[in-house]
């Protein structure tokens, strides 16, 4: 039953979203309150639809309800709940449905926020509907997650192990959040292109939602990242693999864009500008999706073999980002900014900023997408790996990260440079003694790991700085915390990717039980490898000693898990951090009696993960900014009509 | 029994445990290893996505492995080592792409980008100022 109850809901979820389209667009028009009215109704009504079939196929999962050909496919009974409850995006099919759930819950948001003019939620609803539309299409054609298996069989196929894992079981909802979120900031771009309202009411009323985008997409990334790094066994944390650029393209953009929004709203300045980055982050959001979803990455060839999916993908992508395109094309010129500024002021900083954030991503989209081209258009295969990405996005992110601190210390139409530099001396004086001591210190002796890492202490102080200008730290709004957090947290990431890439050590050794491997001061001694039964796996479970100048420290315990049902193995590492250091293990295979052991010390590698939290907690201050002061302001009216 | 086959079961599947070049099949030689490291990390694994001889475990990576120790063996320079694989697999097996008329788009695109979006910034500034000029 629940199957066809899902069934169902996708399709009147479907004809919500149309009317949800068109009552949305109509009401973009001053009179048709009505339309807005019934635009509103539509939302909720296809909220509840959404949410209904998304709790059909949970509800299928939980119960294991194998006559649910997707549920037999990527479930089974052994599997412990969490990844019952998490195989439900674990699928294509799966993943499509949270995509519109998350949706709709965005819609859900647009209707209660009711932030900007009546015409302009109206309008944005409308090309909410319109996505939505294009999805729930998307899904009862090409990836309906309710088809039946008929006899069902007696038990399923399970999960891929390596996504059963609680890092990846909330990677893909985070990262949807911000994708989908992205749409938000789409829809309310186009509903200014619309009804011609792009003023600094509307960045106003856009920005929670970008920052929400934003926030997720941070964490998301930042997730997956930490889940390759302690999965996968061989202590990397990003390899410019085309999934994690297709996630990585919208966060450089959704940045940009929350920059440049921030002088929209200030000055009204670059309102067109702004109005495209919303066009392109969502764009690249669904191009990420495409990237993804289609198939197209493993091989072109693939890819032309079943092109159902990715052909449907490629023309939703053609008409949604043509469109908003176009729509931009015809209506943007009519938005003159007038923006008046002096060469140096904050507005400059915002374009520098644009300019460089839009290239990096410009590069990532040329570096993941070349190989695919070249392949399709010539036959000719060419790899493009981290090296490229070192020539080319790394020089651009370090010329970014030298000016970002500038930015939150220069005025708004006129700044002083000469002023900012002073405040920031101190910064600059730490950062210098930084390159120093790393010269001084560390061995080998390296300029680049000095001047990455002197980059890492200016960026930090230079934001502790600007704090601590702006006031008495306990006395300060929330929401100017915000820039001072994120530009923090950049700085923590680039000395936890300047410690792990520069000066990470590394043994590989074939170990018999009772032998013992050297690493950056450590004695490993291998105690022994038994066989472990776990819930739906069977590992190999190392037993390994830690000695520090001869004394035993800690036991580390890395594995070998075969899940017998979906017949794969994975590694599960062993990490030990000090929170400025990791120590960590992976076990390879047996070879004559011995097992290979994998070893790395990798100093702040967990720098790189706090960074990323210190951004969203930057994004958090920022949200809470926003949304605090209208309920205060809203309480204070309340107050007064009183 | 019971053991053997799980012996043979983990064996066979495909793990993402790093186990690149371990024990007695490292060069003594240990400026020799580090080059040979060092040149795994440039190369790709041809069959598996995304992953570097270094880090595959493909039984065609470990092969791959043991043909660059050979070849620094004998003597072999890393460019040597590299012609040698790219004669027999292609561009294809470079994580970083030559540099040739079909991929000077890749190479020069991201600067050409930045050049133009500079030329743009310097265009709407200097319109700004003008602006700013003419209201005073």
């Known amino acids: 039953m629940t199957?066809?109850?899902?069934?169902?809901?996708?399709?009147?979820?479907?004809?919500?979203?149309?009317?949800?389209?068109?009552a949305g667009l109509a009401g973009a028009r001053e009179t048709?309150?009505?339309?807005?009215a019934v635009a509103s109704s539509a939302a909720i009504g296809m909220?509840?639809?959404?949410?209904?079939?998304f709790g059909a196929l949970m509800y299928a999962f939980v119960t294991s309800d194998f006559s649910v050909l997707n549920v037999a496919q990527n479930?089974?009974?052994?599997?412990?709940?969490?990844?019952?409850?998490?195989?439900?995006?674990?699928?294509?099919?799966?993943?499509?449905?949270?995509?519109?759930?998350?949706?709709?819950?965005?819609?859900?948001?647009i209707v209660f926020a009711q932030r900007g003019s009546a015409r302009l939620t109206s309008a944005a609803l409308g090309v909410q509907g319109l996505l939505a539309c294009a999805f729930l299409l998307f899904i009862l054609f090409t990836s309906n997650p309710f088809l039946r298996l008929d006899p069902p069989p007696f038990e399923g196929a399970g999960l891929n192990p390596l996504l059963q894992d609680p890092g990846?079981?909330?990677?893909?909802?985070?990262?949807?959040?911000?994708?989908?979120?992205?749409?938000?900031?789409f829809s309310y771009a186009a509903a200014a292109l619309i009804t011609g309202e792009a003023d600094a009411a509307w960045a106003r009323a856009a920005r929670p939602f970008m920052l929400l985008a934003w926030i997720a997409l941070t964490l998301g990334i930042t997730l997956g990242s930490w889940w390759a790094y302690y999965v996968l066994g061989w202590g990397g944390f990003w390899f410019w693999d085309p999934v994690e650029n297709a996630a990585l393209m919208p966060w450089l953009i959704a940045t940009a864009l929350l920059h440049s929004a921030l002088a929209t709203e200030r000055t009204g300045a670059f309102r067109s500008w702004t109005l495209l980055l919303a066009i392109l982050g969502f764009s690249l959001s669904l191009i990420g999706t495409f990237l993804v979803r289609s198939g197209v990455l493993s091989s072109v060839h693939a890819f032309a073999s079943d092109p159902t999916r990715g052909v449907y993908i490629l023309l939703m992508l053609v008409v949604a980002i043509g469109g908003a395109l176009a729509l931009f094309a015809w209506r943007a010129p009519q938005l003159q900014s007038g923006a008046a500024f002096e060469p140096v002021s904050k507005e400059s900083a915002l374009l520098l900023n644009n300019v460089l954030l839009s290239a990096a991503a410009a590069t990532v989209f040329i570096g993941t997408l070349y190989p695919l081209l070249l392949d399709a258009m010539t036959g000719q295969k060419i790899s493009v790996g981290p090296p490229y990405f070192a020539i080319t996005f790394a020089p651009i992110f370090v010329v970014l990260i030298l000016i970002a601190p500038f930015g939150p210390r220069l005025g708004w139409r006129n700044g002083d440079w000469r002023q900012a530099l002073r405040v920031l001396m101190p910064a600059l004086g730490i950062a210098v003694v930084a390159a120093l001591a790393v010269l001084a210190i560390v061995t080998p002796r390296s300029l680049v790991a000095a001047m990455a890492f002197a980059l890492g202490a200016w960026t930090i102080s230079a934001a502790v700085i600007d704090l601590m200008k702006r006031g008495n730290i306990r006395a300060l709004p929330i929401g100017a915390f915000a820039s001072a957090l994120a530009h923090l947290g950049l700085g923590v990431t680039l000395l936890g990717i300047t410690g792990t890439t520069m000066w990470r050590s590394e043994a590989l050794e074939l170990l018999k039980p009772g032998q013992s491997m050297e690493i950056a001061g450590y004695t490993l001694r291998l105690e022994g490898v038994q066989l472990l039964q776990g819930p739906n796996y069977i590992a190999q479970h190392a037993t390994i000693d830690v000695l520090s100048n001869g004394h035993r420290i800690a036991v580390m315990s890395p594995e070998k898990r075969a899940y017998p049902v979906e017949g794969q193995?994975?590694?599960?590492?062993?990490?030990?951090?000090?929170?400025?250091?990791?120590?960590?293990?992976?076990?390879?295979?047996?070879?004559?009696?011995?097992?290979?052991?994998?070893?790395?010390?990798?100093p702040l590698a967990p720098f790189i993960w706090f960074g990323g939290a210190f951004m969203a907690l930057g994004g958090v201050a920022g949200l809470w900014g926003r949304l605090r002061p209208r309920r205060v302001a809203a309480a204070t009216r309340l107050a007064a009509a009183e | 029994m019971k053991r053997v086959l799980l012996t043979l079961f983990f064996s066979l599947l495909c793990t993402h445990a790093a186990f690149a070049v371990a024990g007695s099949e490292k060069l003594a030689d240990p400026r020799l290893e580090a080059r040979a490291v060092a040149l795994q990390k440039e190369l790709r694994c041809v069959v598996c996505q995304g992953q570097s001889l270094d880090e595959s475990?493909?039984?065609?990576?470990?092969?791959?492995?043991?043909?660059?120790?050979?070849?620094?063996?004998?003597?072999?320079?890393?460019?040597?080592?590299?012609?040698?694989?790219?004669a027999r697999y292609g561009d294809f097996i470079l994580m970083k792409p030559p540099l040739e008329p079909l991929t000077y788009a890749l190479w020069f695109g991201p600067l050409g980008i930045l050049l133009i979006g500079g030329a743009a910034v310097a265009l709407v500034i200097a319109r700004a100022r003008k602006r700013l000029d003419s209201a005073s």
Request: charged share 15%; aromatic share 10%; proline share 3%.
């Open chain 1, 569 to 602: 193995a994975t590694a599960d590492t062993a990490i030990r951090t000090t929170g400025f250091s990791d120590l960590y293990l992976a076990l390879g295979d047996e070879r004559g009696g011995g097992w290979v052991v994998r070893a790395y010390v990798s």
């Open chain 1, 47 to 53: 909220f509840v639809f959404v949410a209904l079939a």
């Open chain 1, 75 to 109: 479930s089974h009974t052994a599997k412990p709940m969490i990844y019952k409850i998490t195989g439900v995006w674990g699928s294509h099919e799966g993943s499509m449905l949270l995509w519109v759930f998350v949706l709709a819950i965005y819609s859900l948001f």
């Open chain 2, 57 to 86: 475990n493909a039984p065609l990576a470990a092969d791959l492995r043991h043909l660059i120790r050979v070849r620094i063996k004998s003597g072999d320079s890393d460019e040597q080592v590299e012609q040698y694989l790219v």
């Open chain 1, 168 to 185: 990846l079981a909330m990677h893909p909802p985070m990262l949807y959040i911000g994708y989908v979120g992205l749409s938000a900031a």
């Open chain 1, 3 to 22: 199957g066809e109850i899902g069934q169902l809901a996708l399709a009147l979820a479907f004809a919500l979203s149309a009317v949800m389209a068109i």
């Open chain 1, 32 to 36: 048709a309150s009505q339309s807005r």
